[in-house]
Each structure stands twice: as C-alpha cells, then as structure tokens.
C-alpha cells in the first residue's frame, strides 16, 4: 500500500479552507449580533423617552378639569400615542435617527 502524501495535503488544505470559511461565517454571525444588540439598544432608549413623556402627559392632564382639557388646544385625548411622540421631535433629531438605522442595516447587510 502506497502512502500519497499529496492526496493527504489537499485533504488537509480543504479542511483548513473550510475552516476559514467557518470562522468568517461565525464572526459576521457575531457581528450581526452585535449590531441587533446596539439597535435593540438604542429603541429601548427611544421607548424610555417616550415612556418618561407618556407618564408627565398623563400626570398633567390628570390635574385639570375634563372641560378645561376639551378646550384646550394641546389635549390629544386620554392616550399618549407613540406616533404623536415621534412627531413632536425634532426634525433635525429624527435625520440622525434616520441615519443612523441606515448605516447600521448597511453594516447588517453587508456581513452576509
């Protein structure tokens, strides 16, 4: 029986290409990951702000009259709706937030 010492490198040097490819799918899979983490980060903060709005909105109108809040031009009802949230910031604010949720997709999608 003959031992081919070529057969067993290009065994080797496959086995070791694979694991390359391995390792950079695990590392965009750690990358991905990373990246869902800061997002989910960062909407948890933007829920925080708006929990923190929803609760003085609540704690004011709880204050006054229900004919005085009828009235008024600022009562919105006895909801504080997210999207009446995100209206009222800033226009500048919410190019940044654009922006940002770009760039990361555009870093997500390219670890594939």
Known sequence: MKFNINSLEEKLNKINDSSKKITKKMGNFTNKKQIEYIISFFFQLLNYEYQIKKIEYLDLIDNLSHNYLLGSEWYIGEEYPFDYFFNTI???????????????NTLYQKFD
């Open 90 to 104: 800033d226009q500048n604010i919410k190019n940044k937030i654009y922006i940002f949720l770009f760039f990361m």
